[in-house]
Structures are given as structure tokens and as C-alpha cells.
């Protein structure tokens, strides 16, 4: 017992020497301006407002909204220009599950794109008769001004059920995003051809529930169809197919729009009121997605099957912000299903955000996107930093960041990936940057499980960084390793013969002051207090997993390693 005591007070003091909890200086940023550097343009979406009816309005006819009398109402009846404009078509697949009535159909559906463009371009707006105006849209078969420089990311635009890419803050959002440089393609997915809710389907008289749930049902799953034909449409038309980057496909999804960046990515839909789920499609061009206010079901019916078990195996990095007053994207529903996620995800709350899509804190929604677009899609350093360490903008409306795990870029040069194991026998973390030491673990040997977290390190034998010391040690029946590049800390327990010191485990740079340069990212160090009777610490690049330790009796001590994003 005594020699006990003494370990743990050699590891107590250890702790102690750490410097005090400080600010991160990247934890509360600016605002990022708005507009981006870039003016903007669109695509030909020419239209012959005459044909709209003196009762009508050019909305029902972007929104799919057929007439009274079941006649259908879609954005091609009005484009006068078609030769110029996206207009695409496919057959919307076989399976009645998913589509019902819908499966086989021809469907014709038109896109919009916006981009960066140059101050030369000096084309005429188009005005929209409610109020938007398409900045510099070409007309005819004009070919898009772009600027130099190579090809382009994709942002692929999903509006909210029944809306469409020229509707209200849609098109405004669109713009803005293709302000900082990125080409958004949003298709006018036209949901009210397929299904009708709300106050338009009580007026139905003819739909049955039956026929409203299966129809429900097909409009969200022919929301993430269409956009993938979409895409395709772009890959191989002669104005764009060299002018974008398919390999660099990010989505913005706004409320239902969110729920499509899900199913492209492979989630399974929900297709029963008892909530079986099936899976829709995968698109691997997706590569990231920011879903603002995203649609995950609602309490009684989540949108990826029960407890949103349809999302676990989805990898895509998703940033979700969301409204803590929201009644129909439920903040609950969005973590529980973001939970879910392999890979980098974040959920960011805003208090008393309502489902608005005309939020009054556009600076926080812009500013954690455009972070996460350029570090998911331009690979920026210093952006996925900051996506790692930032937990609120300055100003505007309070955001709080719920959820959050980014995940390391792949290693290159002397870098390696320092994978986290969890054992649930007796809730202790262990990490490792040996393949081989991965390896027999990822056997199930020992009960090691890992946890789907990681972080970045160097090369043991690398010219840069502290040397990392690894140690272990055993407490009654379970042993635990601890690692440092605190010297003093490595010395005091390599001077102690309760621990083995093993190896250099790896090298990493040492916080000042709790903080990191721009470009690192920030490993927490976090105690478990001797809960079990054995000490054990876990080292994470998640706030939100050493908030959630905490409040089950862990004590964070703070920053330790910086390490390359």
C-alpha cells in the first residue's frame, strides 16, 4: 500500500507541474467578413415570366407545385433559353420501397450554378420577380468567366423541403459561399412534385395516409438521386466539366437539404413508421458537408431509422449548426445522429435559434462554415487548426460547440497517426503510433477496442519535436501506460521503479502556456481520478470527450502536445 501511495503521489505531483489552464487563443474567433474576396456570377436560368399565370407565382413553379387541379408546375416550364440553361434528366431508380409510384420514372430536373468570377466580367444581372437578382448570369450558350488559376471546389447546394436555389436566403447563401470561392450546384429539387405536407396535402382530398407516408418517403429519397445525377450532368458537360473539381465535393444542406447530405454519404432512410431504415445510395464524390438547421427526424420517427442506427458506417465529416429552440431539426435528434459519425464531426448550438431560415446571426453560420470548407476541401492547415480549437465566434448570437472530433489528415513524411484504444472491462484509453502494436490490438486481443479517434504525432526518429517518453505501469491487477514530453515529468517516473519506461513512443512540440501555434491542433490530457482503483490517463484532441469525462469524475489537466493538424 505504501508503495502504492507513492506512485500515485509521483504521478499526482507530475500532474501538478503542468502549467495552469490558460486561454487558447484560437478557442473564440472572428467573424469571418462577408462578402468573400470574389464577385459572383451564375448559370443561364433565363425565363419567360409571362407564362406564369395572373394567381401563379414563379415560386410554385421552382418549387414543383402542381395546380389545383393536379396539373404539374416545374422551373422548365418558364426557362426560355434552354439550350443554355442545366437541364439534366435520368430514370429514378427501380426500387418501390424507396420511390413507390416514382421508381422507373423519367425525371427532368434543372440546376443552378454559381461561382467566382473575375472583375472584367461585366455581364448583365437577371432580376427575379421576387426581388433576388442572379448576379452576372450568363445568357445563351455563354461560357462561365471564371478566374485563373485551375480547377474549382464544389459546394453542392441543398435547399429545405419545398424551397428552391432562387428562393429567399437560398440564393443568398449560395452566393455567399461562392463569394470565398467555391462553385455551388444547387438543383431545383422540387419537392412538391413528388409529395405534399402540411397545409397542401390537407387540401387533397384524393391522398389516403398510406399514400402520403409512401410519397414522403420517395420525395427524400429522390432528393440525394437527383443530386448525384446532377453532378454527373456537370462531369460531363463541355462548359464545366474541366472548370470543377470533382475530387473536391463538399455539400451545404439547409434543414431537409442536411437529411440529403446524409443519404448521399450512405445513411439509411427511414421507410416505416416502426422505423426501418434502408439505405438510398452512396456518393463517394461527397467528400465533407455542413448541414445549417439539418432535418434528422423528429423524436418519434428519427430520419436514419431507429435511434438513427442507419448512420452508423458513415464517414463523412459533417458540420452541424444547429438551434437549441428548434422544434423540427431537434438539436437532440442531430447529436444523437452526428454521435453516430466515423470521422471529423462537430455539432455547434445557437441559443434560442428557432428552424429560421433567415437567421439573425449570419456571421456565426458563415464563419464556422467557411472554416470547415477550407479545411475539408482546400486541406488548408491553419483552417482544420482552427476547426480543432475554435468553440465559438465573436459577437452575433452565442454559439456553443456540443460535439467535436476532427480528424488528423493523412501522415506523410515522418508523420505518424497516433490511434486511440478504449477497453471497457476496465475503462482505461491507451494510444499507439506502432503499426505493428495496432495491428495486434485491432485482433480483439486483451479486450482493446478502438474508439475511432486519433491525432497526429512525429516520427520517434524525427529531427523535430520533444521526445515523447512512454512508461508503464501496473496497479494490482491492471496496468496502465502513461506518456510525456513534459522532461521533468519523464524524468521523476523514469527515476521511479514503479514504472518501466519503454520507449520514445513518438515526438510532439510542448504547448506554451496552454497553447498552440496557428497551425497545430491541441492533445488534452485528461486524468481519471483513480476511478476503479487505477489510474489512468486518456490523451484527446475533443473537447467535447474531455467535457464528457469530466462530468463522469475525470479531471482535465490541459494541453500537453501540439500536434500537426
Not at 455551388?184 to 405536407?197: E, Q, Y
Request: net charge negative; hydrophobic share 45%.
Amino acid at each position: 500500500m505504501e508503495r502504492l501511495a507513492a506512485v500515485l503521489l509521483v504521478v499526482a505531483v507530475g500532474s501538478a507541474s503542468l502549467p495552469a489552464l490558460a486561454s487558447d487563443s484560437l478557442a473564440v474567433v472572428p467573424p469571418t467578413a462577408r462578402p468573400g474576396p470574389y464577385p459572383v456570377a451564375c448559370s443561364n436560368v433565363a425565363q419567360d415570366f409571362s407564362r406564369v399565370g395572373i394567381t401563379e407565382t414563379a415560386s410554385e413553379y421552382w418549387r414543383g407545385l402542381p395546380r389545383s387541379d393536379g396539373s404539374p408546375r416545374y422551373a422548365t416550364d418558364l426557362i426560355s433559353e434552354p439550350t443554355g440553361a442545366i437541364i439534366y434528366s435520368y430514370t429514378a431508380p427501380g426500387d418501390a420501397e424507396l420511390f413507390g409510384r416514382y421508381a422507373g420514372r423519367a425525371i427532368t430536373d434543372v440546376a443552378l450554378v454559381c461561382y467566382p468570377t473575375t472583375s472584367a466580367n461585366t455581364r448583365a444581372d437577371f432580376a427575379l420577380p421576387n426581388g433576388n437578382v442572379v448576379p452576372r448570369m450568363q445568357r445563351g450558350n455563354d461560357a462561365p468567366i471564371l478566374p485563373a488559376g485551375g480547377k474549382l471546389p464544389v459546394v453542392l447546394f441543398s435547399h429545405g423541403y419545398a424551397g428552391s436555389p432562387l428562393d429567399g436566403t437560398y440564393f443568398g447563401a449560395q452566393l455567399t459561399l461562392a463569394s470565398f470561392g467555391y462553385v455551388t450546384v444547387a438543383p431545383f429539387h422540387g419537392d412538391l412534385r413528388w409529395s405534399l405536407i402540411g397545409f397542401e396535402a390537407i387540401l387533397d382530398d384524393g391522398l389516403t395516409a398510406e399514400a402520403l407516408w409512401l410519397d414522403y418517403v420517395a420525395m427524400q429519397a429522390l432528393r440525394p438521386i437527383t443530386a448525384s445525377r446532377m453532378l454527373d450532368a456537370l462531369a460531363a458537360h463541355a462548359q464545366w466539366k474541366d472548370a470543377i473539381d470533382l475530387a473536391r465535393i463538399s455539400g451545404f444542406g439547409i434543414s431537409q437539404g442536411g437529411e440529403t447530405m446524409m443519404l448521399l454519404a450512405g445513411a439509411a432512410l427511414t421507410t416505416t413508421v416502426f422505423q426501418d431504415s434502408k439505405p438510398v445510395t452512396f456518393d463517394p464524390r461527397l467528400a465533407s458537408a455542413v448541414g445549417y438547421i439539418p432535418y434528422f427526424g423528429l423524436s418519434f420517427l428519427p430520419a436514419f431509422g431507429r435511434d438513427q442506427e442507419g448512420i452508423d458506417g458513415v464517414t463523412l465529416p459533417f458540420l452541424a449548426i444547429a438551434g437549441t429552440e428548434d422544434k423540427l431539426a431537434q438539436i437532440e435528434r442531430i447529436e444523437q445522429g452526428v454521435r453516430r459519425l466515423g470521422g471529423t464531426r462537430t455539432v455547434v448550438a445557437i441559443t434560442g435559434l428557432q428552424h429560421d431560415l433567415e437567421p439573425s446571426y449570419p456571421d456565426d453560420i458563415f464563419t464556422w462554415s467557411t472554416v470547415f470548407l477550407d479545411s475539408q476541401l482546400r486541406g488548408d492547415a491553419n483552417a482544420t487548426a482552427k476547426l480543432q480549437r475554435m468553440a465559438s465566434v465573436s459577437g452575433g448570437g452565442e454559439d456553443v460547440r456540443r460535439v467535436d472530433y476532427t480528424a488528423p489528415k493523412p501522415a506523410t513524411g515522418d508523420e505518424r497517426i497516433v490511434i486511440e484504444y478504449h477497453h471497457a472491462g476496465f475503462d482505461h484509453y491507451f494510444v499507439t503510433a506502432d503499426p505493428a502494436e495496432a495491428a495486434g490490438l485491432d485482433t480483439g486481443a486483451g479486450g482493446w477496442a478502438r474508439t475511432g479517434l486519433s491525432f497526429k504525432a512525429l516520427d520517434a526518429a524525427a529531427a523535430s519535436g520533444l521526445p515523447n517518453c512512454r512508461f508503464f505501469g501496473v496497479f494490482g491487477a491492471v496496468s496502465t501506460h502513461f506518456y510525456t514530453i513534459n522532461a521533468d515529468e519523464c524524468a521523476m517516473l523514469t527515476a521511479d521503479p514503479a514504472w518501466t519506461f519503454e520507449n520514445y513512443a513518438f515526438r510532439a512540440d510542448l504547448p506554451a502556456s496552454e497553447d498552440c501555434p496557428a497551425d497545430r491542433t491541441r492533445v488534452v490530457r485528461v486524468f481519471n481520478n483513480f476511478k476503479g482503483g487505477a489510474l489512468n490517463h486518456r490523451f484527446t484532441t475533443s473537447a467535447s470527450e474531455a467535457a464528457s469525462l469530466a462530468a463522469d469524475g475525470w479531471i482535465v489537466e490541459g494541453a500537453v502536445f501540439c500536434a500537426r493538424p
